[in-house]
């Protein structure tokens, strides 16, 4: 595909034909009666329909604790374990099932059944309890696409520890930040894996990590990619474990799992968000296991027959809730797989497809143009036959969804949208796939019992089929709803509320969950979302905070201020430019560039590369000192500025404009 063949932005702003759900998908859909949104609109007890998805030890009483917002608490009074959910409740019928079938990169595969699952489990919580893990301590996993990454989860689940899986291609600093912010004694990581068919040294990011923190993290269990730890791993006399030697000492250990309350927390993901620190999102047991459950039944249509694949990233929200928790609750067979899309060739997730007769498949815009880039004829040696196909984390442009519906759908399969957040849980956003018409481009209308609506900068609703975007909001909360940042619930307050709420409000109604993003909705009641209206960009599907990129580029000693802005970008969606200002008497120079994208692949990781750094004299600031980047993206993007009169030198734009084209 030619550069001007590439999707645009603007094709997603006019309007869309709409495709119908085939009727052979339809006949078998889980959901195929409207009477759903019927049923969730008596709220909020409709969502007792996805509690009641789920094993509870004790039954809740109450659905929805409201009295105290934001802090919202789903099925209080109900206590359940999210690991026997996945794991035990199936082993009567669905015993020798397919929990996992996992491909490593260089083409090894395993084959987990649910009774293997339990096994697995239930020693690795053996494990953790003879390290010293306790309920309620936060378990960090730094842990790539590997099974021992869900095994791990589900065993700290088990015994009631909440993990913080930090994604595996986060390098060391960024480890080592979360786990100081979740002040977690434990890490759990590997020896390597294999990308693009190099054995990756990933325990040595561990170690940088633990050794920056001095001293908090006392113990590290370190799981090995072969049977044998790889010989040129590191490990550090008392304080490093190979998670094998202590399996050893607990074959065929049984761990009772802890019986929860319905708000203890399961886990913790960091996300990033308009400041440099990244937060803990912190989600619940028994709210959020519901919801998950439930949208993998409902929106995923997931059947114990099906074969479903969701090729994402377990590091990600989009594996906790759709790889493992979701799926696993509804006892689903899922495919998993280790490595990269193109290797040993471009044809490998289609070989992946055909050899395990994969249903369902779940995956992201980005990997999308991805695929359309390389051409459909790495497909077409292939058998494989979607019924339902799903996308994730971006916007989807309508000329991509064409391709990805005809050449990866066949014309056959149903495609949905989702639209959701770290926070949001599970997806708030989306069509159920036998009830509503497909639009290429829209993320579709609500999910059954949740009410978003656009605002303008006043709060004040924008209707329907007016043309005009505004801020994306939630009005009610919902059961995958996060409880709070871990450690702050003042800046869970003034992140996600504060702008559009009546804080002083004990009333419900009147807090409304800011989601950070802009969106339009056309007559039909289907959502589009542009993207985010804050100082956060999506790198290939990746959340990225400005000023979590600017914290490490003004490390370089030669840097003295720094901006990021996004710019568009055809196959990633959005990359980081960065906009650097030199100390007094510095040249600008090709090697202080090159500082400055080392600086940010070491300190955060390789994804998030900058696109161009541009050397500045000075950068946009507004009269109170606030940088405006949104200028900077203006720049970046070649689109005429907006309004500079509130800078403190309303100049300074056009400068930069004059320099970063005129370079
Ligand atoms: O901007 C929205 C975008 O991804 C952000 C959430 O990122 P994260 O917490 O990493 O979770 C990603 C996976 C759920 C949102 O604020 N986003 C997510 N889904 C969509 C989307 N943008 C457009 N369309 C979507 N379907």
Known sequence: MSQEESPTFEARLSEQEYYRPPPAFIGQANVSDPDIYNRFDEYPEGFEEYAELVDWDERWDTILDASDPPFFS????????????????????????????????????????????????????????SVGVEEDDVVTLHLPMVPELPITMLACARIG????????????????????????????????????GEFLDHKRKADAAVEELEGDVDTVLVW?????????T?????????????LDDHRGDHIDPVSRNASDTLFLMYTSGTTGKPKGAQHGTGGYLSYVAGTSKYLFDIHPTDTYWCFADIGWITGHSYIVYGPLAIGTSSVMYEGAPDHPHKGRVWEIAERYDVDIFHTSPTAVRMFMRWGEEYLEPYDFNFKHMTTVGEPIQPEVWRWYYTYVGHETAVIVDTWWQTETGGVVISNLPALDDMKPGSVGRAMPGIKPAIFDEEGNEIEAGSGNAG??????????????????????????????????????????????????QAADGYYRVMGRVDDVMNVAGHRLGSMELESVIVEVPEV?????????HPQKGEVPDVYAVLMEGIEPSESIREEVVSAVETEIGKFARPENVEFVNALPYTRSGKIMRRLLGEISNDRSLSDTTTLEDPDVPERIREQVHVS
């Open 224 to 232: 090995t990619r072969e049977d044998e730890l790889h010989p040129d």
């Open 161 to 196: 520890a909440p993990h913080s899986e930090v994604f595996g291609g986060f390098t060391a600093p960024a480890l080592a930040n979360r786990l100081e912010d979740a002040n977690s004694r434990y890490l759990v990581t590997i020896d390597g894996y294999y990308r693009r």
């Open 74 to 129: 789903w099925f209080g009074g109900g206590k359940l374990n999210a690991s026997y959910n996945c794991v035990d409740r199936h082993l009567e019928e669905y015993g020798d099932k397919t929990a996992f079938v996992w491909e490593g990169e260089p083409g090894d595969t395993r084959r987990i059944a649910y009774q293997d699952l339990y096994h697995r489990v239930n020693e690795v919580a053996a494990v953790l309890q």
């Open 471 to 520: 801020y994306l909001v939630l009005t009610r909360p919902w059961p995958g709803i996060l409880q709070t940042l871990y450690g702050d619930d003042e800046r869970y307050i003034s992140e996600y509320w504060e702008e559009f709420s009546d804080t002083e409000s004990d009333d419900w109604r009147d807090w409304v969950y800011k989601a950070g993003d802009s969106a339009v």
């Open 234 to 246: 590191n490990m550090v006399d008392g304080r490093d474990v190979l998670v094998a030697d202590l």
């Open 560 to 568: 003295s201020e720094a901006a990021v802005a996004a710019r568009d």
